[in-house]
């Protein structure tokens, strides 16, 4: 729901103008005309969603605006003695209610970021594996992949048809259980000394 990049002005306007007008439109039913333009709790939830949806400058626009209704408003010194500390936390609260709100937009857009990056690089990645299997299938050696665990992930088809067994069975095939016993022991210990090693290695048996 929060847009990546900030919308048009025009778009922009009109979310604002709205929200501002639905905190104005409560105060109105709650409080009357005289005292609908002046200063309400029910402006922050509308810097909130300003800012969400349009970014931090219209949210402190929207804080202006909220501002400029209450000093026109009959009403807006009502209470002499009070006016300028109650516009004043006024003022400093919409502007931490603003600054939330930015933060948090910004988070929520590095999220939806990372998140688009991550499925743009799987799928590039999926595309590699995509061209490797077709390169590997086209070449007549045997070629089989291996993860870390031991566990066969991919068989070529010429490796498939040498064994003559169909896909999965090439893959949980294991060729050690056809070894000759005497080398066995030998196999195994430069096997696991040639993955240990990360490096090129081959392994000779009967």
Same mark, same amino acid.
């Given at each position: 729901?929060?847009?990546?990049? =900030?919308? &048009?002005?025009? !778009? =922009?306007?009109?979310?604002?103008?709205?929200?501002?007008?639905?905190? /104005?439109?409560?105060?109105?039913? /709650?409080?009357?005309?005289?005292? &609908?333009?002046?200063? =309400?709790?029910?402006?922050?939830? !509308?810097?909130?969603?300003?800012?969400?949806? =349009?970014?931090?400058?219209?949210?402190?626009?929207?804080?202006?605006? @909220? /501002?400029?209704?209450?000093?026109?408003?009959?009403?807006?010194?009502? #209470?002499?003695?009070?006016?300028?500390?109650?516009? &004043?936390?006024? #003022?400093?609260?919409?502007? #931490?209610? *603003?600054?939330?709100?930015?933060?948090?937009?910004?988070?929520?857009? +590095?999220?939806?970021?990372?998140?688009?990056? +991550?499925?743009?690089?799987?799928?590039?990645?999926?595309?590699?594996?995509?061209?490797?299997?077709?390169? @590997?299938?086209?070449?007549?050696?045997?070629?089989? *992949?291996?993860?870390?665990?031991?566990?066969?992930?991919?068989?070529?088809?010429?490796?498939?048809?040498?064994?003559?067994?169909?896909?999965? !069975? !090439?893959?949980?095939?294991?060729?050690?259980? #056809?070894?000759?016993?005497?080398?066995?022991?030998?196999?195994?210990?430069? +096997?696991?000394? &040639?993955? @240990?090693?990360?490096?090129?290695?081959?392994?000779?048996?009967?």
């Amino acid at each position: 729901l929060i847009p990546r990049r =900030s919308p &048009g002005f025009l !778009a =922009s306007l009109g979310i604002s103008v709205a929200a501002l007008g639905a905190a /104005v439109a409560v105060r109105l039913l /709650v409080l009357g005309f005289d005292r &609908g333009l002046g200063l =309400s709790v029910t402006y922050f939830p !509308a810097l909130i969603v300003v800012t969400l949806a =349009s970014g931090a400058r219209w949210g402190w626009l929207a804080l202006a605006a @909220a /501002v400029g209704l209450h000093l026109i408003s009959p009403s807006a010194f009502a #209470v002499s003695g009070d006016a300028a500390m109650l516009l &004043g936390l006024f #003022v400093l609260s919409g502007g #931490v209610t *603003v600054l939330v709100a930015a933060g948090f937009r910004e988070s929520l857009v +590095q999220l939806d970021e990372a998140s688009r990056a +991550q499925a743009a690089a799987q799928r590039a990645v999926a595309a590699t594996e995509d061209r490797f299997r077709a390169l @590997a299938d086209s070449a007549p050696i045997l070629m089989w *992949v291996t993860r870390t665990d031991g566990r066969r992930e991919f068989a070529n088809r010429a490796y498939v048809e040498f064994l003559g067994v169909g896909y999965q !069975a !090439a893959i949980d095939f294991d060729w050690r259980n #056809v070894l000759h016993p005497d080398d066995m022991a030998r196999v195994l210990r430069e +096997q696991a000394e &040639g993955e @240990a090693s990360r490096a090129l290695f081959t392994l000779e048996a009967r």
